[in-house]
C-alpha cells in the first residue's frame, strides 16, 4: 500500500491486494478497503469481483459509501451471467467492457446490474515484470469511468457525492449508439464523454 502520485492536488494510492498469480481472497480485499478509508479516499477503483456475495465485503463496502466514497468496480466477464461483486451492489458503479472497433457488446460481457461500459481490448499496462502488455476485459475498462467520475467531480467543482447522484450525473454525459439500444442489461447508459 503506497501512495502513486497526485493529480490535480489530489493524491492517488495503489493498494496491492492481488497475490502473486492474480487471485484475490475477500480478507485482502477487506484489508485493503480499510486502508482506503483510513485514507479519507474519495473514490475507489476496483478491477476485479467476486462471484458470490458476501456479508463481510457488503459490511465495508457501505461502510465506504456511507462516508462518501464512491466505489466503482469491474462487472467480470462473466459470458452473459450477472455481473460481479461488488459491482452488483447499488451503491456501487459497475462497469462493463464494450468493444468500440466493433461496436458490441463483447461475448463474454456481465449483464444485468451494469451502470456504464468503457473500451476495453488492447489497453496497454505492465504486467509484475514492469513489462508492456496488451490486455482486454471489464478490469481495464473500470479505470476509464473511475477516471471519469474523478474528471466530472473536479471540473464540475464538486465534492464526493452517492453513487445515484453520480451515475446521473455522468448518464447526462452518456449516449447509446444504434448497436446498444435495447441493450441495457449489458451496457447500461452506455459511454460517459465529458467532452460531448
Keep these: 500500500m503506497e501512495e502513486f502520485g497526485t493529480w490535480d492536488g489530489k493524491s492517488i494510492y495503489s493498494v496491492k ?3 502473486k498469480k492474480g487471485n484475490v481472497t475477500k480478507d ?6 480499510e486502508y482506503g478509508i483510513s485514507q479519507d479516499v474519495d473514490l475507489i477503483n476496483i478491477s476485479f469481483g467476486f462471484k458470490h456475495d458476501d456479508p463481510n ?4 463496502i457501505d461502510r465506504a459509501t456511507k462516508k462518501g466514497v464512491l466505489i466503482v468496480a ?22 462493463n467492457a464494450y468493444d468500440t472497433s466493433k461496436n458490441r457488446v463483447p461475448r463474454y460481457a456481465a449483464k444485468g446490474k451494469i451502470d456504464f461500459v468503457a473500451p476495453w481490448e488492447e489497453i496497454i499496462t505492465r504486467n509484475q515484470f514492469d513489462e508492456k502488455i496488451k490486455v482486454s476485459g471489464s478490469s481495464f475498462a473500470t479505470p476509464y469511468i473511475t477516471a471519469t467520475a474523478a474528471a466530472y467531480l473536479v471540473l464540475a467543482n464538486r465534492v464526493t457525492q452517492g453513487p445515484k447522484q453520480i451515475i446521473g450525473d455522468l448518464s447526462e454525459y452518456a449516449s447509446l449508439t444504434k448497436e446498444m439500444n435495447e441493450k441495457e442489461e449489458y451496457v447500461g447508459a452506455g459511454i460517459p464523454l465529458l467532452d460531448k
Design 28 to 33: 485482502a480485499f477487506i484489508d485493503g478497503m
Design 57 to 60: 465485503v457488503r459490511e465495508v
Design 17 to 19: 491486494v492481488m497475490d
Design 74 to 95: 469491474a462487472a467480470g466477464n462473466n459470458f452473459g451471467m450477472q455481473s460481479d461483486y461488488p459491482a452488483r451492489y447499488e451503491n456501487v458503479v459497475s462497469v
